[in-house]
């Protein structure tokens, strides 16, 4: 059973606005039969000292990944993950975690690989319900299990992996949406990525560098249309667009702010991103010049 779509006035701007909710908006609507809230983080510790009321966890490396080889868990994995959480094929699910989303849109992502037709983002995510002070609890729920059906993945349309990436450099539009340090293969030692080193630094021929971090404001909120028109003013939305920062979880939320903020018609996550391309080898790799003062 589907949820009303949140009529937030700055969202309508957006070329999808039903696929993000307002704190308030969300407030008022705990609860509801056939809305179920997933909190997913970076620190997925974060849950246990607050977390919005009767939401769930999913843990991005726990339960979003097959244990074995890197990739997105099959079907039957993401059945018995929606089960296990009490959430229905036709939930109207909400999404929200730190790092202004990171993971929550790697999370939603998944959600999309499976085809779940209504998944949401809290606009702020985590950041923004707690900076309102906003209502939290420490109680673990417990859903009965709601029968979510074995959907094979959609990888061809979400996806890139690493041939086709080799075939893109020069014939499609790539975005590194990494820091410019790490575009310019400067960060090493102590600065290395936590998650994932790499053998290699710099980035994929013929990548542009459009930082994520542009996409919000401090407060993690989402700039305005106007504002992301401006900074990806130089890309084509009609165009074959892939994007890729170090892991994934940056890269899904350019991802969703280029499909569905913006609407960009073929934008797709390269998923495996610089951990997979700067640990093979011999792969062509190229590096900037530091920026001048």
């Known amino acids: 059973m589907a949820v009303p779509f949140d009529p937030h006035a700055p969202f309508q701007e957006y070329a999808h606005p039903e696929r993000l909710v307002s704190a308030s ?45 890197r990739d997105i868990i099959d079907g039957e994995a993401f059945a018995a993950l929606m089960n296990s959480k009490g959430i229905s094929r036709d939930d109207t699910v909400v999404i929200y975690g730190d790092q202004s989303n990171w993971w929550a849109a790697f999370t939603l992502w998944v959600f ?7 998944v949401r983002l809290l606009d702020g995510g985590r950041d923004a319900w707690m900076a309102e002070e906003r209502d939290t609890s420490y109680v673990v729920p417990e859903y009965p299990s709601a029968d979510y059906p074995v959907v094979e993945r959609n990888d061809t349309d979400y996806r890139v992996f690493v041939n086709e990436m080799l075939e893109q450099i020069g014939s499609a539009t790539i975005v590194d949406v990494r820091s410019l340090e790490e575009y310019n293969g400067l960060l090493g030692d102590g600065e290395e990525p936590a998650v994932a080193p790499t053998l290699r630094k710099g980035h994929i021929p013929t990548a542009v560098n459009l930082p994520w971090q542009d996409n919000v404001h401090p407060n993690s909120r989402f700039r305005s249309r106007a504002e ?22 940056r890269t899904a939320h350019t991802w969703f702010v280029l499909k569905y903020l913006l609407g960009f018609e073929k934008v797709r996550n390269y998923d495996g991103s610089w951990v997979e391309w700067g640990n093979m080898v011999r792969m062509p790799i190229a590096r900037g010049q530091a920026p001048h003062a």
């Open 112 to 118: 999309e690989l499976f085809g779940h037709e209504d």
């Open 25 to 69: 908006w969300l407030s008022a609507r705990l609860g509801s039969p056939g809305l179920r809230v997933i909190e997913s983080d970076e620190d997925s510790l974060l849950y246990d000292i607050g977390h919005l009321p009767g939401a769930v966890r999913i843990d991005w490396q726990k339960d979003l990944n097959d244990p074995v080889t």
């Open 228 to 249: 992301l028109d401006e900074l990806y003013s130089a890309l084509d939305p009609a165009s074959e667009t892939t994007v890729y920062c170090h892991v994934g979880d």
